[in-house]
């Protein structure tokens, strides 16, 4: 099984020989790094590894959170590869069929992004959710998809739909210049680094023209 395990470690030489060691000693194997950033003297590393089970993922975590100077901020399992770049894909097949631009986007975010579910939603003058027009299938129902903040790139805050608490990672995407968003939502697990969130933001925005044209179509 494919994890991914967000750490937070020393941004000095040997912080990676630290993490790899622990990961080893587990059984467990690194399968790939990204680096998100580094901030105050600390880096935030999300680790790619593969493990047995979830009982191998949680001794991993329990070693990984052991080690002087590591912190596990979140786990996510299982996780998507680390070879290949799923979200041009994705991309390509909305261009490829503009007139379903929003359900293509919904329903294939989950697996090229990386995210629980995923809505497309009209935005008001203000930038807030003023409608849905997709959300992945199967996911929750309209009423869960109500981010009290403004569009913008930048995580929000939203209940998960069961009601246990608020989602691990939310974020709702201006898409371009457009009264269209695009709410990427983990539900558990980890939250959206902005590392990611620009990445996406920058996603949104290429997707503009169809999810607008989209949402005009559902508004009619």
């Known amino acids: 099984m494919l994890a991914r395990v967000r750490v937070v470690v020393p941004d000095r030489t040997g912080s990676l020989g630290v993490l790899t060691s622990a990961v080893g000693a587990t059984g467990a194997d690194v399968a790939g790094l990204r680096v998100l950033g580094s901030e105050a003297g600390r880096a935030t590393d999300d680790l790619l590894v593969e493990v047995r089970d979830e009982d191998h993922l949680g001794r991993l975590e329990r070693r990984l959170a052991g080690t002087t100077g590591v912190e596990v901020t979140g786990v996510r399992a299982p996780a998507l590869p680390a070879d290949g770049s799923p979200e041009l894909g994705l991309v390509a097949q909305v261009l490829a069929r503009p007139e379903h631009a929003a ?70 995407l201006p898409a371009g210049r457009r009264r ?15 590392s990611e969130l620009w990445r996406l933001g920058a996603l949104a925005d290429v997707l503009a023209g169809p999810l607008g044209r989209h949402a005009e179509g559902a508004l009619a």
């Open 180 to 194: 269209v968003g695009v709410l990427l939502v983990r539900e558990r697990g980890l939250g959206l680094h902005r």
């Open 103 to 172: 359900r293509t986007l919904v329903d294939g975010a989950p697996a090229a992004l990386d995210v629980d579910w995923a809505a497309v939603v009209r935005l008001d003058r203000h930038g807030c959710a003023d409608g849905v027009v997709a959300v992945t299938d199967p996911g929750p129902g309209e009423e869960a998809v109500r981010p009290a903040a403004p569009a913008r790139v930048a995580a929000t805050t939203l209940p998960r739909p069961d009601g246990s608490g608020a989602c691990a990672g939310a974020a709702l």
